[in-house]
């Protein structure tokens, strides 16, 4: 059975730094669009990066670029969110999603809920 299992929770201060792993089990990430989303409290859920494992292409939310790297391990078959220089309005809940394919140039890919999910992972910035 496929399945996504994410890294756990964080807690760290304005400035700080922190990795999220998502790993895939029963299934690869060899040709996939493997997306982060998180959703605040009372927000929308949103993308934040995204990254075609097939070629490596990163693509970021306009508020984390220059801070947020997605990556991924192909040995391991994880991706991997280092987030950087931390901000509380990055605190939510982050889960990680992959479906099959490329991942779009200019926006999220839709990933729906028949495709591996991560179980999601608290993050919060405390001031």
């Known amino acids: 059975q496929a399945r996504l299992v994410q890294s756990g929770g964080v807690s760290v201060q304005t400035g700080g730094s922190a990795r999220l792993s998502c790993a895939a089990t029963?299934?690869?990430?060899?040709?996939?669009?493997v997306a982060w989303f998180r959703q605040a409290p009372g927000k929308e859920r949103e993308g934040v990066a995204s990254?075609?494992?097939?070629?490596?292409?990163?693509y970021y939310t306009a508020s984390v670029k220059g801070r947020f790297t997605i990556s991924q391990d192909r040995a391991k078959n994880t991706v991997y969110l280092q987030m950087n220089n931390l901000q509380p309005e990055d605190t939510g809940v982050y889960v990680c999603?992959?479906?099959?394919?490329?991942?779009?140039?200019?926006?999220?890919?839709?990933?729906?809920?028949?495709?591996?999910w991560g179980q999601g992972t608290q993050v919060t910035v405390t001031p």
């Open positions: 999603g992959a479906r099959s394919g490329t991942c779009p140039f200019t926006r999220f890919a839709y990933i729906g809920p028949s495709e591996p």
């Open positions: 029963g299934y690869s990430f060899t040709t996939n669009c």
């Open positions: 990254i075609t494992t097939s070629t490596n292409t990163p």
